[in-house]
């Protein structure tokens, strides 16, 4: 969500449950459809009536325990998928970033060139080799039928390039209507669309331990631009001063951490600006700005904050640019991660070509992982072990990283729809929990009503 109101502030706030309407029912002894007259309050062979024992059960385990229990397992079921680990280092080990779409279309055979190029955004070829988070899908207008959804996508933008074309769509979890980007299929248009030297650097500082990457995406005005970026600087290396990270519980660490993990984990920002007009950031730019419908179109400085594998928190733009808002993003990237479920968090993840699997040292606890599923039906997955070690600095670099290489296929369930399959488990467990807590207040409710 953009913030651009002079305090920042859009909140989406939910209320909580809350259990009310009780009323207090008809005493014991009262009279009741179906019951004996002379059974009213009364003991039958040393036997309290049904509605004398309903009243001991509500005064006693209906208040006494089983409301008590409600509550606590509703609590459980809220904090059971909370981590002591600070958002920004819980997001770079296991938020991994999910398949930007890419069709591609032509009209009739592809030559040989243009083959090439197609095999070059597969798993084999220049996709390959980054690790980019992209799924790839080739549409041939001049096969009858092609799918109403998939031309009307080719209709909608067919005066802006020329065939054969590619149409970079969105994660499907973002449902958003507009392209990324639009471009016609070349070798050149290819290798922009999968890495930039911006996105090279953003991945290189992230790998190398700072918390978040902020970009600047400049408005054209010069006086505006200057005053949001040096703002900024100011306020990150305030934060940067003043700012603390939460208490690790050891729990949540791996045994083989560093017995000092503060070391790795510390507040460190950065800021890097680009040009709305820069050519070799147009896939970038284009990804950011059509994060949200009306970006695009306002003439300010946007803001966005970058943490994890390339994961964009959201926008600030034009006076959101403010202490009070950066502080609040930077509070939030720096926090506990009170839920490890990523589509729980807010953000949107860029196409970046980057093995973070391969480069990212681990920290947190193999207790914390959740197992990845397939995803993404009707397009194929493209990721693989990737050859980026020299993109990242000798003291980022896990010991264990590959030497430089031909890449080597990883499987396709991996890579397809893994951003939300990896959360799948935890997102299960909370379900759990909270049917749990509404079958036990169930029990409490018809326990009341049966006092009689």
């Known amino acids: 969500m953009a913030y651009s109101t002079t305090d920042g502030r859009r909140e989406n706030t939910a209320s909580p449950a809350r259990l009310a309407g ?138 802006i390039t020329r065939l054969p074309a590619m149409v970079l769509l969105y994660p499907a979890g973002l449902r958003l209507p507009e392209p990324a980007w639009i471009g016609p299929l070349t070798g050149a248009t290819v290798a922009q669309l999968l890495d930039s030297p911006l996105r090279r650097e953003i991945g290189r500082r992230l790998l190398g331990g700072e918390s978040a990457v902020w970009v600047l995406v400049e408005s054209g005005d010069g006086s505006a631009d200057t005053q949001a970026a040096e703002l900024l600087e100011r306020r990150l290396r305030h934060l940067e001063e003043t700012m603390e990270l939460p208490e690790l519980d050891p729990a949540d660490l791996r045994e083989e951490a560093p017995e000092k993990p503060a070391e790795k984990l510390k507040v460190d920002f950065s800021m890097l600006r680009v040009s709305r007009q820069d050519p070799e950031e147009s896939v970038l730019v284009g990804m950011l700005l059509g994060l949200e419908t009306d970006l695009a179109e306002r003439r300010e400085p946007i803001v966005f904050p970058i943490f994890g594998q390339g994961r964009v928190l959201y926008a600030l733009v034009g006076r959101g640019i403010s202490n009070a808002m950066i502080d609040e993003a930077a509070g939030f990237l720096t926090g506990a991660c009170s839920c490890v479920v990523k589509e729980e968090n807010p953000g949107s993840d860029l196409l970046m070509a980057v093995d973070w699997d391969r480069l990212v040292e681990p920290l947190i606890a193999s207790s914390q992982e959740v197992p990845a599923l397939a995803g993404i039906a009707g397009f194929t997955a493209s990721q693989a072990v990737a050859d980026a070690r020299s993109r990242v600095p000798a003291a980022a670099q896990p010991a264990t990283s590959v030497q430089p290489g031909p890449s080597a296929a990883v499987a396709a369930a991996a890579a397809a729809g893994s951003g939300g399959a990896r959360s799948a488990m935890v997102h299960g467990l909370m379900w759990v929990g909270g049917l749990g807590a509404m079958i036990l207040l169930a029990v409490t409710w018809w326990l009341l009503r049966q006092r009689g």
Not at 98 to 110: E, K, M, N, Q, T
Not at 120 to 134: F, Q, S, V, Y
């Open 22 to 159: 009780m009323a207090d029912g008809a005493s014991v002894g009262s009279m009741r459809p179906g019951r004996s007259p002379a059974l009213q309050g009364k003991k039958v062979d040393g036997m309290t009536t049904a509605a004398s024992s309903a009243r001991r059960i509500r005064n006693g385990l209906g208040l006494r325990y089983l409301v008590p229990c409600v509550v606590l397992l509703a609590v459980g079921a809220a904090t059971a998928v909370a981590c002591s680990v600070p958002v920004f280092r819980y997001a770079l080990e296991r938020w991994a970033p999910d398949d930007y779409r890419l069709i591609v279309f032509h009209d009739g055979a592809l030559d040989s060139e243009a083959e090439g190029w197609v095999r070059d955004l597969g798993r084999d070829g220049l996709a390959g080799k980054p690790a980019a988070n992209l799924a790839v899908r080739t549409v041939d207008l001049a096969a009858k039928p092609v799918e109403p959804e998939l031309l009307r996508w080719w209709q909608q933008y067919a005066t």
